[in-house]
């Protein structure tokens, strides 16, 4: 998979939020004092992170409005090496429950994946998290 399908992805995240598609959401973060010694990837972030965060139901969410708007702007391309994952969303599909898109950022949110995919991405989603979740950062 190339980052056009991980942009594809992000759309696709984005058009689900807008219509109301997506019900749960999952944040995984480590705060700047939680230093493990090995790169993260996303299966080990859900191991190493110490600030797990679950929104029940995005939709009304005080935070829902500011998120799409920081998903909306998002811009990948695609990334040279597997970065060291710090932050994590996921977004959960409202009728099945299953897993729709996850995006994953480095501590710096240049660097992450999107559904799997190493990319370089645009610093909105970093931007609303450090307003949003002020727990992770």
Known sequence: MLAIDAQHDVATATAALHDSAIGKVEIVCLTPSMQPNVSLNAERLGRYANRHIEIRDIAGDRMETSLISAVEKLKVKQGEYDPDLHFGIKFYNRSSGNPLTS???????????????????????????????????
């Open 103 to 137: 995006i994953y950022l480095d501590r710096w949110g240049k660097l992450g994946t999107v559904n799997g995919v190493t990319v370089a991405i645009s610093p909105e989603l970093l931007k609303w998290a450090k307003t949003n979740i002020a727990i992770c950062f």
